[in-house]
């Protein structure tokens, strides 16, 4: 006997055994990209956990970001890093240097996402880039208060002068508004700027995630896939290169956990490839850690 044929059988239009097919490969790419990342081990035998910092503009999504990827691994929404949903929001919510270790299931994963306060336009508003800095090689310990008048100092005692290896971090992100990178104030481009040069000469590597791309494209807006065709997508990246001085293979769309209730396979996929990099030349930087 001859079966008939799956599809004709069903009576199904094309488009629909297509968006199946689309929707089991996305699957299959977060299984994947996560099995990888519960499995990652750090190259060197002194540092158990690779430390992450995470910078950005207030409300660019920074806190977050990390509580997205906390969502990935944990399978619900995450909100262990505080954020601020007030409308009007003119100042960091984040005020203090705090780590985030991300758990999947009972195992704790090896690497800590580092919060710090937001960076804002004005010289003595939010954190300062001396802060960002010094908390990059570890001279600022866990729960500073960071003062937005005053740099920490090394007569402070904050201020770690001889940190070990796994306190200092090997990634710096800087988390990006998609919709606003077009108007972010040269201000605090040139901030990045100074912070960009200064962890460069020790060849801290930088990973931007731009956030926001549904708001920056309404194609994104209603299907998250179209985000690796969209043209005003790719400008949005182009023009952060531009300004910031990280390489596109460095930028990293993502969308971040907001008003959903539960997560999702197409967003959890961007965070995933972002956050594979991320730990990837954190570790590439800490295997070279003798060069510097």
């Not at 956990?257 to 030349?281: C, N």
Request: charged share 30%.
């Amino acid at each position: 006997m001859i079966l008939p044929c799956f599809r004709t059988s069903l009576n199904c239009p094309d488009w629909y055994f297509l968006e199946r097919s689309s929707l089991f490969c996305f699957n299959r790419q977060k299984v994947n990209l996560k099995e990888k990342l519960e499995n990652f081990c750090s190259r060197h035998s002194d540092v158990k956990d690779i430390k992450i910092l995470v910078a950005g503009q207030i409300g660019a999504g920074k806190s977050s970001f990390i509580n997205s990827v906390d969502s990935v691994f944990q399978g619900r929404i995450s909100s262990r890093a505080l954020v601020n949903a007030a409308d009007g929001n003119s100042h960091s919510f984040t005020q203090k240097l705090k780590g985030f270790t991300i758990r999947s299931g009972k195992n704790m994963l090896p690497f800590v996402f580092k919060d710090i306060m937001g960076l804002e336009p004005k010289v003595l508003e939010g954190s300062q880039t001396e802060d960002i800095i010094n908390a990059v090689f570890g001279h600022v310990k866990d729960g500073y208060k960071f003062n937005k008048e005053q740099a920490l100092t090394h007569k402070d005692q904050n201020y770690t002068s001889d940190p070990n290896l796994s306190d200092q971090s090997f990634c710096l992100v800087y988390i990006i508004a998609a919709d606003t990178i077009s108007f972010t104030d040269d201000r605090l481009i040139d901030k990045l700027k100074i912070i960009r040069q200064r962890i460069s000469q020790e060849g801290i590597p930088q990973v931007v995630v731009m956030t926001k791309v549904d708001e920056a494209c309404p194609l994104v807006k209603k299907d998250l896939r179209k985000m690796y065709t969209s043209k005003k997508i790719k400008e949005k990246m182009e023009l952060c290169s531009a300004k910031v001085g990280v390489p596109l293979t460095n930028i990293f769309p993502v969308k971040n956990y907001h008003d959903e209730i539960d997560t999702e396979d197409d967003i959890d996929v961007l965070i995933l490839k972002a956050l594979e990099q991320i730990v990837q030349v954190a570790d590439d930087r800490l295997e070279d850690i003798k060069s510097y």
